[in-house]
């Protein structure tokens, strides 16, 4: 059974720090692998989507790496602003398209 | 619309009535999904639909819990019997069946579902 873990569950850090969020997965047999975010009351919004015979996807300040093999994704975040306050999940697609969620990190940025 | 929506945003009732969760998926899209969140239990797959068919149910927790969808488009979650613990909040995702496995699911703004 698919295990996906994100540690630590919350990080606060200062307004311009470079910052990266940590994801592992047990099972490498997936299709891709997903980093949504989310705020307060409000759903899911789908940041980045890497393929599995993909290494990396950029967007904007926000860049995904994923070591299929071991494992792992990395979302680094540049010069993080307040407004990226929010709840960031992790999620691997398998069989039936299925995703499977890591727990979230919840990540404050102080002005 | 542009989105998914789900209706109603909130629903409070009382234990053992039975509810209705809707989802509104996005024009076109013929995958959709159902997924619930809960406090320490993180997100949690419930059921796949590929068109008017579930292929995957096997999130469903009880035989109280029931999905449906008519004409490709809007999906129904019903669970009878309403239990404390079904309180959480309720998600719904679309996304297109073409190379689904390689598109990125969109999701609503979900169902805050409260059993008193």
């Known amino acids: 059974k698919q295990e996906v873990t994100q540690i630590p569950a919350a990080l606060s850090v200062p307004e311009g720090e470079n910052l990266v969020l940590n994801c592992s997965f047990t099972?490498?047999?997936?299709?891709?692998l997903q980093w949504f975010r989310q705020d307060p009351g409000k759903g899911l919004t789908s940041l980045l989507l890497?393929?599995?015979?993909?290494r990396e996807q950029t967007s904007g300040r926000l860049n995904a790496s994923l070591d299929k093999s071991s494992g792992r994704s990395t979302l680094y975040i540049a010069a993080s602003q307040p407004g990226d306050s929010a709840t960031y999940l992790c999620?691997?697609?398998?069989?039936?398209?299925?995703?499977?969620f890591g727990k979230g990190i919840t990540l404050s940025v102080r002005p | 619309g542009a989105g998914v929506s789900q209706s109603p945003s909130n629903k409070v009732t009382e234990k053992g009535k039975d509810v209705e969760l809707r989802c509104d998926p996005i024009?076109?899209?013929?995958?959709l999904y159902w997924y619930r969140q809960s406090l320490g239990q993180g997100l949690e797959f419930l059921i796949y639909?590929?068109?008017?068919?579930?292929?995957?149910k096997s999130g469903l927790p009880s035989d109280r819990f029931s999905a449906e969808r008519t004409g490709g488009s809007v999906s129904t979650l019903t669970i009878q019997r309403t239990q404390q613990e079904d309180s959480a909040v309720y998600l719904c995702?679309?996304?297109?069946?073409?190379?689904?496995?390689?598109?990125?699911?969109?999701f609503g703004d979900g169902t805050r579902l409260s059993i008193l």
């Open positions: 995702a679309s996304t297109s069946g073409l190379g689904r496995l390689n598109q990125p699911q969109h």
């Open positions: 099972d490498s047999a997936i299709y891709n």
């Open positions: 890497i393929q599995s015979s993909q």
């Open positions: 999620a691997v697609t398998g069989a039936n398209s299925k995703l499977t």
């Open positions: 024009s076109g899209h013929t995958a």
């Open positions: 639909f590929q068109g008017n068919s579930a292929p995957d």
